[in-house]
């Protein structure tokens, strides 16, 4: 499977984006989504996640802001980030849990990232 980012950009401070994990080169439909992000100089820190039931999970300093959400028809997950503040600025990647897509390896569940993209907030 391959997983890519999207959405990212500059947006000033109380601004709005949508970010797009996009899974692509498999027949599964992914499990669980989870978005990370990495300031710089700073370690990567969980944002967001759902799992395969729709359950949502955030990190406190973005709860109520983002909103997590899946397309399993596409095969997607989107972050939608409202009331963006400044220290928002980070590096936003995905990470996708999704089972094999062959007869001998549907069992085994694998991880993958995407490359990531910025998100930058200005003040």
């Known amino acids: 499977a391959q997983v890519v980012e999207s959405g990212g950009g500059l947006v000033q401070a109380g601004g709005s984006l949508q970010l797009t994990c996009a899974v692509s080169e498999t027949t599964v439909t992914f499990n669980a989504v989870d978005w990370y992000r990495q300031a710089p100089g700073r370690e990567r820190e969980f944002v967001a996640?759902?799992?395969?039931g729709g359950d949502t999970n955030y990190a406190f300093p973005v709860k109520d802001r983002f909103t997590?959400?899946?397309d399993n028809?596409?095969?997607a997950a989107y972050l939608n980030m409202n009331t963006l503040k400044?220290?928002?600025?980070?590096?936003y990647?995905?990470?996708v849990?999704?089972?094999g897509d062959t007869s001998e390896n549907r069992d085994t569940m694998y991880r993958y990232w995407g490359q990531g993209?910025?998100?930058t907030v200005s003040s």
């Open 49 to 52: 996640g759902i799992n395969n």
């Open 68 to 70: 997590i959400s899946r």
């Open 73 to 75: 028809a596409n095969n």
């Open 86 to 91: 400044p220290e928002d600025t980070a590096v």
């Open 93 to 95: 990647y995905c990470n």
């Open 97 to 99: 849990a999704i089972y």
């Open 117 to 119: 993209t910025q998100v």
